[in-house]
């Protein structure tokens, strides 16, 4: 039996589903740390589309 004030809602209502997909969660270091993490890039994933340089910025001249 309800107590007084506890509404019992029809068994025909239901609450609208969120139809956007789940946003990815950040994890390890960048979710953990201090320190800020690069932005994420939609479509970019896993090391197969890592950017390359041909010389790492450390061993370049200066302009």
């Known amino acids: 039996m309800a107590k007084q004030g506890m509404a019992r809602p029809d068994v025909t209502h ?3 589903r969120n139809s956007e997909s789940p946003v990815p969660e950040i ?3 960048a979710k ?4 800020k993490a690069n932005p994420i890039v939609s479509g970019t ?3 197969g589309l890592k950017v390359y340089h041909q010389k790492p910025i450390a061993d ?3 302009l």
């Open 27 to 29: 994890q390890g270091k």
């Open 60 to 62: 370049q001249e200066e």
């Open 14 to 16: 239901t609450r609208p």
């Open 32 to 35: 953990h740390g201090k320190a």
């Open 45 to 47: 994933s896993g090391p």
